[in-house]
């Protein structure tokens, strides 16, 4: 099972800073990760697939990067809706495995 | 537009059979593949497996002696057992869609969530 790490655990940021999440497998994936978002009492909701692509709808403040073991999400400018919960998914190798995830929270 | 709603008892006792349906809306279920994910009260998802509608299915071996998946198109839904269940198994458990790319194969991220439904396994 390739085990997906992600850091930190906890993010403090100020509205209008950047934030960078990491994502890391335990071996390689390819491209084939994607990244979710987790509100409190919500589903999580897709933001990126294949490493760097924008799901619909998904703002260009977020965008994705990295291949292989190594990857990145990064939100350009946070807003107040983008305060919550973060999860990787790798989608190369059985079983599917996600990240413990990454909570962004107000400085 | 895709909806997703799971149903199911919100309470199962130890060592019983946790039943779980999901009905899909605004889309065929005949197209897609389907999944179910769970994730324990203020913890991480934990993918549980998928199924087509052909009944292909593949699930996460952490689980695979206690999962069955089932489909019924006449309904558009299709369901998840979980057998022999203990408290370790209280989660939310949501229904989801796998993607697919531009020649309709299917491409194991999620792009459409139902809201989940809590399961609380308790005697």
């Known amino acids: 099972e390739i085990v997906m790490t992600q850091s930190p655990v906890t993010l403090s940021v100020s509205p209008g800073e950047r934030a960078t999440l990491s994502c890391r497998a335990s071996r390689s994936v390819s491209s084939n990760l994607a990244w979710y978002q987790q509100k409190p009492g919500q589903a999580p909701r897709l933001l990126i697939y294949g490493a760097t692509d924008r799901a619909p709808s998904i703002p260009a403040r977020f965008s994705g990067g990295g291949s292989g073991t190594e990857f990145a999400l990064t939100i350009s400018s946070l807003q107040s809706e983008d305060f919550a919960v973060y999860y990787c998914q790798q989608y190369d190798n059985w079983p599917l495995t996600f990240g413990g995830g990454t909570k962004v929270e107000i400085k | 537009q895709v909806q997703l709603q799971e149903s199911g008892p919100g309470l199962v006792k130890p060592s019983e059979t946790l039943s779980l349906t999901c009905a899909v809306s605004g889309t065929s279920i005949r197209r897609y593949y389907w999944s179910w994910v769970r994730q324990p009260p203020g913890k991480g998802l934990e993918w549980i497996g998928y199924i087509y509608y052909s009944g292909n299915t593949n699930s996460n071996p952490s689980l695979k002696r206690r999962v069955t998946m089932s489909v019924d198109t006449s309904k558009s839904h299709f369901s998840l057992n979980l057998t022999s269940v203990t408290a370790a198994d209280t989660a939310i458990f949501y229904c989801?869609?796998?993607?697919?790319?531009?020649?309709?194969?299917?491409?194991?991220?999620?792009?459409?969530w139902g809201q989940g439904i809590l399961v609380t396994v308790s005697s």
């Open positions: 989801a869609r796998v993607s697919y790319d531009t020649s309709a194969y299917p491409i194991y991220y999620f792009d459409y």
